[in-house]
């Protein structure tokens, strides 16, 4: 992507961003393989995995994390994309990060927070 202005850029990570949301993995998957960085992020920090798995696209997160999309990576409000799926109740992506090795006690509030918050604590291994 060196080869966008700084403009072109943000836009592009914008339409990317815009495709994690909406679950549109094949589409995103194209940006991803024509140079976009697996863990782009907007201007609050979060990540194209945050996105998916805060809007439940299992198919989307799991294609991310194959990709090399760093499962812990929070927002700037120290959110975790895994703490985002426990707030939405999207356990199936809940299943796919907490099986890529999600940090559960990282971020605020932490994985088990969320889990105890919302109810959904027998989707996450104990301590």
Known sequence: ??????????????????????????????FLDHGLPVDSVDKDQNSLLMLAAYHAHAETVRALVDRGANVDLRNVRDQSPVAGALFKGADDVVTVLVESGADLDAGTPTARAAAEMFGRSHLLPGP
Not at 2 to 29: F, K, N, W, Y
């Open 1 to 30: 992507m060196s080869e966008l202005s700084p403009e072109q850029t943000e836009r592009v990570i914008a339409l990317a961003m815009d495709l994690a949301r909406e679950g549109r993995t094949v589409e995103l998957l194209e």
